[in-house]
């Protein structure tokens, strides 16, 4: 997997990018917080479940029907928050989605159980770019970790960066035109 943290840089970018109004704080929390759900499945280790087994690392919890169970509630809950459903549905589905996918582009371990329950085939990406991060602290306090760190720099970090500006600097013109557009109504 890529480092916790590394997953956080796509809805945070994405929900910067869009804004408060479409994107309101308790929402960008959760899709901040959904990003890194499905690597909770690193319990299994200590319960002596297997890697390759579907509630494995990377196994159920990266398949897009839990992203799907997971937007769903969490956006059945985020109404109470007066966060429109299919906003928060989207924002979450994407958060959840967009962690299997960069599993999938890493280097090492298996791939991301997709299509579970339908399949156990675990998906790794045409081109696997990312450097896959050890999952002990003590590989990652070596060259390895810092290996690690900088494809996460160049592959996600940068990217990210680019999108979240590219939204933001769209968000801008679209506002800047509606606005010049009413101003010039008679
Ligand atoms: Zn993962």
Not at 55 to 83: C, D, E, Q
Not at 138 to 143: A, E, G, Y
Request: aromatic share 10%.
């Amino acid at each position: 997997m890529p480092t916790v943290i590394t997953h956080l840089a796509i809805p945070l970018a994405v929900g910067l990018g869009l804004g408060r109004r479409i994107v309101p704080g308790p929402l960008l929390a959760c899709g901040v917080a959904a990003s890194v759900l499905p690597d909770l499945d690193v319990v299994g280790f200590k319960l002596g479940i297997a890697y390759a087994a579907d509630l494995g690392h990377r196994g159920f919890s990266h398949s897009i029907v839990f992203a799907l169970a997971v937007a769903l509630i969490a956006a059945t809950i985020l109404r109470s928050f007066r966060v429109p459903w299919a906003t928060s549905f989207w924002f979450l589905l994407f958060a959840l989605v967009s962690h299997s996918l960069l599993d999938a582009c890493t280097t090492g371990g298996k791939g991301v159980a997709l299509l579970w329950p339908f399949s156990g085939h675990r998906f790794f990406a045409p081109y696997q770019v990312i450097e896959v991060s050890p999952l002990s602290i003590t590989r990652f306090m070596s060259d390895r970790g810092i290996a690690v760190l900088l494809s996460e720099l160049y592959c996600v970090w940068m990217p990210s960066a680019a999108l979240g500006t590219l939204l933001l600097g769209g968000r801008r013109l679209i506002c800047c035109f509606v606005s010049n557009h009413r101003s010039s109504r008679p």
